[in-house]
């Protein structure tokens, strides 16, 4: 079979991507049209729980688009109210907005907060957020994040998010005013560099915002769905959030994500929010179908013995290279290279068949599927092993 080089003129450049492109996926594997196999640590940013075209998946679409694709979201369906429940069921929230992507969950979860502020806190409509957070790539989501290469985009912001420091409450506490609503955080900012809030910071602040009256919004559109080996991140710290959004891995690969509220938090009124797709059947069918494979205890204890396992093998390589800490919770760590060397690292590796991500040019993130075997762990190991020397200048420690 003769290949063409492909055109990539049709697409917008929105950013640096390497000249290979993907046409089939299986597990923890991807193949390109030249037919090159890629062991994928990425994961779609941590979006494939179950990994590439999981049969569950593949299942639950067919099943579904030949029944219902869209009613409309003026009508109730099947799906949606079959996961809406076993969402409340298995978290402390009582209330579920489904929608098509994280950063429109975080839309919902500013909308949302704000009508609770003009309902019940006298208009107030600041929510804290934290330096080094990401939201998501909407306007306002953007304005949320706290991450310095947004800061000169698209001026004007949206405004009223100002900035706290993690794991400082001192900090929170100094821009807690009248104006105040909520504190919204990541209980590990992944885009940072996978830097985990600590229990004891997410607890006092669970017990500042109640003090205050105000919310507190879990974002966990990266850590949730037993990314970090709970179903959500926020059972780890024994608290309970009032809005929570998800994303990413509740579609294992299709696009859905959701906002959660408590009962007391859930105050739109008819009118103030909704969306052409927000909780369609062929999206939500899959989210049921993925939710009830990661939401078994077995499952989420496998989670937590293979982020083990990765751990202990990434730090066995980070000794032997003269690396830093291995950082994170579950199967969402990162490796610190202590030296921006990330970039050179993911070219080195893609060359060997391996694809990893550098959230920054000094940390390597690894967010695999949640069901990787040992095998596919110490494959990766084996490769980046090679890499590590190569880059490093082949002067590995014994
Ligand atoms: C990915 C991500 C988002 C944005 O989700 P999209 O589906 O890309 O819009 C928001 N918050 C966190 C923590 C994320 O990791």
Same mark, same amino acid.
């Given at each position: 079979?003769?290949?063409q080089?492909?055109?990539?003129? $049709?697409?917008?450049?929105i950013?640096?991507?390497?000249p290979?492109?993907?046409?089939r ?9 030249s037919g ?6 990425? %994961? ?7 990994g ?7 299942d639950? @679409?067919?099943? %579904?688009?030949g ?7 003026? #009508?109730?369906?099947a799906?949606?109210i ?14 579920v907005?489904?929608?098509n992507?994280?950063?429109?969950a975080?839309e919902? $979860? ?44 698209f ?5 009223? #998010? ?20 909520a ?15 600590t229990?004891?910071? @997410?607890q006092?602040?669970r017990?500042?915002?109640s003090?205050?009256?105000l ?10 769905i ?5 179903l959500?991140?926020?059972e ?5 959030p009032?809005?929570?959004?998800i994303g ?23 009118g103030? =929010? ?15 179908a993925?939710?009830r ?15 083990? #396992? @990765?751990?202990?093998?990434? %730090?066995r ?5 003269g ?14 290279? %202590? ?7 993911? $070219?080195? $590796?893609? =060359?060997?068949?391996? &694809? &990893? ?5 000094d940390?390597?993130? #690894? ?21 590590l020397?190569?880059?490093?200048g ?5």
């Amino acid at each position: 079979m003769t290949i063409q080089t492909p055109s990539f003129d $049709a697409l917008m450049e929105i950013t640096a991507r390497p000249p290979i492109v993907f046409v089939r996926g299986e597990g923890a594997w991807l193949w390109d049209d030249s037919g090159r196999r890629y062991l994928d640590f990425v %994961q779609g940013w941590a979006v494939n729980c179950l990994g590439h075209a999981p049969a569950l998946v593949a299942d639950a @679409l067919a099943e %579904q688009a030949g029944l219902l694709l869209t009613p409309s979201p003026a #009508f109730y369906n099947a799906p949606a109210i079959a996961l809406a429940e076993a969402l409340v069921a298995q978290s402390c929230f009582d209330r579920v907005f489904f929608t098509n992507s994280g950063a429109e969950a975080i839309e919902g $979860a500013i909308k949302l907060a704000r009508k609770y502020g003009a309902l019940h806190r006298g208009g107030a409509h600041e929510i804290i957020t934290f330096d080094g957070g990401f939201h998501g790539r909407t306007l306002a989501a953007m304005s949320a994040s706290g991450k310095k290469a947004f800061e000169p985009l698209f001026e004007p912001k949206v405004s009223g #998010f100002p900035k706290a420091r993690l794991n400082d409450l001192e900090s929170v506490k100094a821009l807690i005013g009248n104006r105040t609503v909520a504190v919204m955080l990541e209980p590990i900012q992944g885009e940072a560099g996978v830097r985990p809030a600590t229990v004891e910071f @997410l607890q006092a602040l669970r017990a500042l915002t109640s003090a205050h009256g105000l919310l507190l919004v879990v974002d966990e559109i990266q850590t949730g769905i037993g990314r970090t080996g709970t179903l959500f991140a926020y059972e780890q710290a024994v608290i309970t959030p009032d809005l929570m959004t998800i994303g990413k891995g509740i579609g294992g690969g299709v696009p859905l994500g959701a906002l959660l509220a408590t009962e007391a938090a859930s105050c739109f009124e008819h009118g103030d =929010q909704g969306g052409t797709y927000n909780g369609n059947p062929l999206m939500c069918a899959v989210g049921v179908a993925v939710l009830r494979q990661i939401g078994r205890p077995a499952f989420l204890r496998a989670v937590r013995e293979a982020g083990e #396992f @990765l751990r202990s093998e990434l %730090q066995r390589l980070s000794a032997r290279h003269g690396l830093g800490e291995v950082r994170g919770r579950g199967l969402l760590l990162a490796l610190d290279l %202590q030296r921006p060397i990330g970039g050179a690292v993911l $070219a080195q $590796a893609r =060359q060997g068949g391996l &694809l &990893l991500n550098a959230p920054r040019p000094d940390a390597l993130r #690894f967010m695999p599927a949640l069901d990787v075997t040992r095998d596919e762990i110490a494959a990766m190991i084996s490769i980046l092993d090679g890499v590590l020397g190569d880059v490093l200048g082949g002067v590995a420690a014994p």
